[in-house]
C-alpha cells in the first residue's frame, strides 16, 4: 500500500513539475531521421523496452508458428516450439512454465482482441494462429507500455496486427494478388498462401486471406522424432475498412479471422513430460476473433480522435481419450485409472471474451509541453465452460485508463494509469470482487549526438483468474509487482565510414512479485519473487549493404519459499547472444548468416548445457523482366544438425530444416 501511495505522488509530482523547467530543456530540436538498413529497426526513440518484428521481417524468417517469429527478441524465450500446440512464449522469466502454457503475465492481442486461455494443464499456449495473417508483431517486454491495453502483464505483451488491403495495392485503387507457396525439409512442412486485396475507391477497401499449413515429425539433430505427429493448421483472415464523411473524419472496420487444427490420436501432454501416464488424445481446436472498430477523428481540432472497438474471442478444445494409450492401463502407476481415461483428458474448454474500448487521443499544448494524451475506458466479460479440473465461471471488469507522452523539448515523460475492477464468481465456489489502481512514469531525455538515457518505474497487480477460484482456492486476491528500469540508446551516422548508421538500445530492470499465488514448490506458494536482467538490440549499416544485427539478453532470479529460504526463479532463460551478418545488394538480393548462442545454465533444478546454432538466409527479388513482383526465399536452419534443448524447453529443438519459399504478387 505504501508503494501506490508514492506512486501517486510521482506521477503527479512529474506532471506539476513540468512547466517549470529550465527554457533551455523546453526548446524544440529534432536530430534527423537515422536509418540502418538491416533486418530489424531498434526502437531508440522510446523508453519501454519495445521490439517491431515488421512485415518483411515476417517473411524472412519463414516462421511456422508465431511463437517461432518472436523468439528472436531479447527477453523472449520459447518453451518448446514448432507447434502451435506445445509451445509457450516466456518473457521476462514470466508467462509459460513446463506444466502450462500461461500464468496470465504475459499478454497477446491480435487485432485489439484479447487472447490467451488460463491455465490449461499439460496443454500448452492457445495462440493458436499463423504467421502468414499478421503484417507486424509488437513485442512489449516488462511493464511499460502495457496499462492502455490490460493488467496484470508482469512479463509484457505481444500485439499481432493483421494484414491490410494496402499492404498490397499501396493504398491505391486497384486489385492485386499475392500467392506464396513453402516447402521446409525437416518433417515435409507444406503451406500455401493466398492472398486478395480489392480497393475499389479510395474510401473503401477489403483484403482476404486463406493459408493451409502442414507440418510433419521432426527430427532433432540426433534424427529422434520429437513428437508422435505433426499437425495441419487452416487458417482465414478477412479485413476491411469503409472511410465515409466529407472530409473522411469517420472510419468502419471489421476484422473476422479463424483458425484450426484437428489431430488424431496425439499425447495429451503436448510438453511431453509425463511420459504415456496420461495417453493419447483425439484433440480439435478452433480459434476465432471479430473485431468491428469505429473511428472518429475530427477536423479542424487535434483534441479529438475516438476509437471504439467491439472485439469478440471464441477459444474451443475438444479432447478425447484414445482408449489403450495410457500404460497405466496396464502398468500401476500408483493411482486408480478410471475406465475410459481421466476426467481431465477427456475435458472440452471454452473461452469467450467481449471487450468493449474507447480511447480518444488528444494532442495540445500546455505552455512549453506539448502532450499525447490517450484517455480510454473498457468493459471486459469472459466466460469460461466448466471442465474436469478446470471450473467455467463469468468474470466482468471495468477499467480507465490515462497515457500522456508529455514532451519537453530533448525531454519526453510519459505517466501512465490504469484502473480496474473485476467481479469474478461461478457455480461451486464463491464470488469475488477485487479492483487495483496500476501505472507507473517512463522517461527519455536526448542529448545531442544521438545519445539517450531512459528509465521507468511501474507497478502493477494481476487479478484473480477462474482456473484458480477451485476447491481449495489458490488465489483469491490479486497478485503485485514492481519494476524499475534504466537504460540508454544512440543514434549515429557518419561514424565509422561514410554512409553508415549505427542504432543501439540497452535496457535493466528489476522486477519485485509478492502476494504470490500463481507459483508454489511442495504445496506451498511462493512469498515473493525478484528478477533482473539486460537487453541489448543494436544494428549497424554500411552504404555498401554490409549490415549486422545483434542482440543479447542476460537475466537471473530467485523464489522465496517459506521455511525453505532463497532458491534459483526456474523461470529463467540461459544467457544469449544472437547476431546476424548481412548483406544487400539493393532491393535485388539479401544474403544473411545469423548465429544463436546460449550459455551454460547451472542456476536451476535441471541444468543445461551450451549450444551454438547457425542459420542462413537469402531472399531474392528480381526487380525487372517476367519474374518482377516475384520473391524466393531460402532458409537453412540449424546448418550443422545440432543437437541441443534451451533451456526452459521440455524437448529437443529441431535438427537441420532446408525452408523454400515462393511468392509472386499479382
Avoid at 502398468?331 to 475410459?340: E, I, L, Q
Wanted: aromatic share 10%; glycine share 12%; proline share 5%.
Amino acid at each position: 500500500m505504501m508503494y501506490r501511495t508514492g506512486l501517486r505522488c510521482l506521477l503527479l509530482s512529474s506532471a506539476a513539475l513540468t512547466p517549470a523547467l529550465p527554457a533551455a530543456a523546453q526548446t524544440e530540436f529534432s536530430l534527423g531521421t537515422i536509418v540502418v538498413e538491416s533486418k530489424r529497426e531498434v526502437q531508440t526513440d522510446t523508453a519501454t523496452a519495445e521490439t517491431v518484428v515488421d512485415l518483411d521481417e515476417i517473411e524472412d524468417r519463414q516462421a511456422g508458428t508465431i511463437a517461432e517469429l518472436v523468439d528472436s527478441v531479447p527477453g523472449v524465450n520459447l518453451v518448446n516450439g514448432g507447434s502451435p500446440v506445445g509451445s509457450g512464449i516466456n518473457v521476462r522469466g514470466f508467462g509459460a512454465t513446463g506444466t502450462y502454457g500461461t500464468d496470465q503475465k504475459v499478454g497477446i492481442q491480435v487485432g485489439g482482441a484479447t487472447k490467451g486461455s488460463e491455465e490449461l494443464y499439460r496443454i500448452g499456449t492457445q495462440l493458436f494462429t499463423d504467421p502468414d495473417l499478421y503484417r507486424e508483431a509488437v513485442v512489449l517486454r516488462g511493464m511499460g507500455g502495457t496499462f492502455e491495453f490490460g493488467s496484470g502483464y508482469f512479463g509484457g505483451l505481444l500485439r499481432l496486427e493483421p494484414i491490410q488491403a494496402a499492404d498490397l495495392t499501396g493504398g491505391a485503387p486497384g486489385f492485386a494478388f499475392k500467392k506464396t507457396l513453402q516447402y521446409s525439409s525437416n518433417g515435409d512442412g507444406l503451406a500455401s498462401s493466398s492472398t486478395a486485396a480489392w480497393q475499389p475507391t479510395e474510401n473503401f477497401e477489403v483484403l482476404g486471406n486463406y493459408t493451409w499449413r502442414k507440418q510433419g515429425v521432426q527430427d532433432d539433430g540426433d534424427g529422434t522424432p520429437r513428437s508422435e505427429d505433426g499437425y495441419t493448421l487452416p487458417s482465414w483472415l478477412l479485413n476491411s475498412r469503409l472511410t465515409f464523411g466529407e472530409t473522411g473524419a469517420h472510419s468502419l472496420s471489421l476484422l473476422l479471422s479463424r483458425t484450426e487444427t484437428d489431430r488424431s490420436d496425439v499425447p495429451y501432454d503436448s510438453f511431453g513430460t509425463t511420459g504415456d501416464q496420461f495417453g493419447n488424445v483425439d484433440r480439435a481446436t478452433e480459434d476465432s476473433t471479430a473485431v468491428l472498430g469505429y473511428a472518429y477523428d475530427a477536423p479542424g481540432t487535434d483534441l479529438i480522435d475516438l476509437e471504439v472497438d467491439l472485439s469478440y474471442s471464441d477459444q474451443k478444445i475438444e479432447q478425447e481419450y484414445v482408449p489403450g494409450s495410457s500404460i497405466c492401463e496396464v502398468v500401476d502407476c500408483g493411482f486408480p485409472f478410471p475406465p475410459g481415461g481421466f476426467p481431465t483428458v477427456n475435458a472440452d474448454h471454452r473461452y469467450e471474451t467481449t471487450k468493449l474500448t474507447a480511447k480518444n487521443t488528444a494532442l495540445f499544448d500546455t505552455g512549453a509541453v506539448s502532450h499525447d494524451l490517450r484517455i480510454g475506458a473498457e468493459y471486459i466479460r469472459r466466460e469460461r465452460k466448466e471442465a474436469s479440473a478446470a471450473p467455467g465461471g463469468t468474470e466482468d471488469r471495468v477499467a480507465l485508463f490515462a497515457v500522456d507522452d508529455m514532451r519537453m523539448g530533448r525531454l519526453t515523460v510519459t505517466p501512465q494509469l490504469r484502473y480496474e475492477t473485476q467481479e469474478i464468481g461461478g457455480d461451486g465456489y464463491d464470488d469475488y470482487d477485487n479492483s487495483a489502481l496500476m501505472g507507473g512514469v517512463s522517461a527519455r531525455y536526448a542529448f545531442s549526438g544521438g545519445l539517450s538515457v531512459l528509465g521507468g518505474a511501474y507497478y502493477n497487480e494481476n487479478l484473480p483468474i477462474l482456473d484458480d477460484l477451485g476447491t481449495p482456492a489458490f488465489m483469491t486476491e490479486p497478485e503485485k509487482a514492481t519494476t524499475f528500469e534504466a537504460g540508454l540508446s544512440f543514434d549515429g551516422r557518419d561514424l565509422l565510414a561514410a554512409g553508415d548508421a549505427l542504432a543501439l538500445k540497452a535496457m535493466a530492470y528489476d522486477t519485485h512479485y509478492w502476494s504470490v499465488s500463481s507459483y508454489s514448490s511442495g504445496g506451498a506458494h511462493y512469498s515473493q519473487v525478484d528478477l533482473s536482467g539486460l537487453e541489448l538490440e543494436a544494428a549497424y549499416s554500411l552504404a555498401n549493404g554490409v549490415y549486422v544485427d545483434l542482440n543479447a539478453n542476460i537475466a537471473r532470479g530467485e523464489g522465496v519459499l517459506p521455511g525453505a529460504g532463497k532458491s534459483d526463479w526456474e523461470g529463467i532463460p540461459a544467457d544469449q547472444l544472437r547476431m546476424t551478418l548481412g548483406k544487400r545488394w539493393g532491393e535485388t538480393l539479401d544474403l544473411s548468416w545469423e548465429v544463436v548462442t546460449d550459455a551454460e545454465m547451472t542456476r536451476s533444478a535441471t541444468p543445461s548445457p551450451s549450444f551454438t546454432v547457425h542459420n542462413l538466409r537469402a531472399t531474392y527479388r528480381p526487380q525487372s523482366g517476367v519474374l518482377e513482383d516475384t520473391e524466393l526465399r531460402v532458409g537453412l536452419e540449424n546448418l550443422t544438425d545440432e543437437y541441443y534443448t534451451p533451456h526452459l524447453a521440455t524437448r529437443p529443438a529441431p535438427g537441420r530444416n532446408l525452408k523454400l519459399t515462393l511468392s509472386k504478387t499479382f
